[in-house]
Nanobody, 124 residues
Framework: VKLVESGGGSVQAGGSLTLSCAVS????????MGWFRQGSTVEREFVAG????????HYEESVKGRFTISRDNAKNTVYLQMNSLKSEDRSVYYC??????????????????WGQGTQVTVSS
């Protein structure tokens, strides 16, 4: 299973970005998907998760109402729409796949596959 993120870049505070993660697998719907980020902290921080059928989503408290996770199972792709970006959102963002997960898993150790990450920079 291969995950490739795209869509990162630089944006001013208050702006928006949409990240995409293309997943190479025959069975995309076997995986719940998550977005994590890693900035100055050592551990990867959970940002958002989505269930295999997209009927459940879960968000880290600081991004609720600003970020939206979605997936297109026909395209094997998961998205993270980020609005009202803040300087503290600056980080490397990773997508991850959780085999038969629920979409609520916040522990990065529980995810099976990872992308290489994409940088998001927010300037004030």
């Amino acid at each position: 299973v291969k995950l490739v993120e795209s869509g990162g870049g630089s944006v001013q505070a208050g702006g928006s970005l949409t990240l995409s993660c293309a997943v190479s697998t025959r069975n995309f719907t076997d995986y719940a998907m998550g977005w994590f980020r890693q900035g100055s902290t050592v551990e990867r921080e959970f940002v958002a998760g989505i269930s295999r059928t997209a009927d459940f989503t879960h968000y880290e408290e600081s991004v609720k109402g600003r970020f939206t996770i979605s997936r297109d199972n026909a395209k094997n792709t998961v998205y993270l729409q980020m609005n009202s970006l803040k300087s503290e959102d600056r980080s490397v963002y990773y997508c991850a796949a959780d085999y038969y997960g629920s979409g609520s898993q916040v522990r990065f150790e529980q995810y099976n596959f990872w992308g290489q990450g994409t940088q998001v920079t927010v300037s004030s």
